[in-house]
């Protein structure tokens, strides 16, 4: 059974900083891209950052450029994504899903076809 269990959110202040974790089970990390994407009230879910297979390759939204960081370890059926200089318009909830192949292309909802439950992120004083 393929689960994917996103932790790590939580309230922070303006420019602090959080990484969130997902954890997956019953299948092969190695052989899948995984995205983050996230989702605010009221708006359409977005892709934050994916990373594909091997590692080699990652994309990030213009949004999460030079603030986010993606990562994964295979070895460990983990994938990360470190968030810094948070802003307010972070605030979201944050999934992780599995692309349907081993390469991101264009990350869209479209493309993945597991998700997590998600973990919510609030940025606020």
């Known amino acids: 059974q393929v689960q994917l269990v996103e932790s790590g959110g939580g309230l922070v202040q303006p420019g602090g900083s959080l990484r969130l974790s997902c954890a997956a089970s019953?299948?092969?990390?190695?052989?899948?891209?995984i995205g983050w994407f996230r989702q605010a009230p009221g708006k359409e879910r977005e892709g934050v950052s994916c990373i594909n297979s091997s590692g080699g390759s990652t994309y990030y939204a213009d949004s999460a450029k030079g603030r986010f960081t993606i990562s994964r370890d295979n070895f460990n059926n983990m994938v990360y994504l470190q968030m810094n200089s948070l802003k307010p318009e972070d605030t979201a909830v944050y999934y992780c899903a599995r692309a349907t192949t081993q390469i991101c292309g264009v990350v869209s909802t479209t493309g993945f076809g597991s998700w997590g439950q998600g973990t919510q992120v609030t940025v606020s004083s």
């Open positions: 019953g299948f092969s990390l190695v052989y899948y891209a």
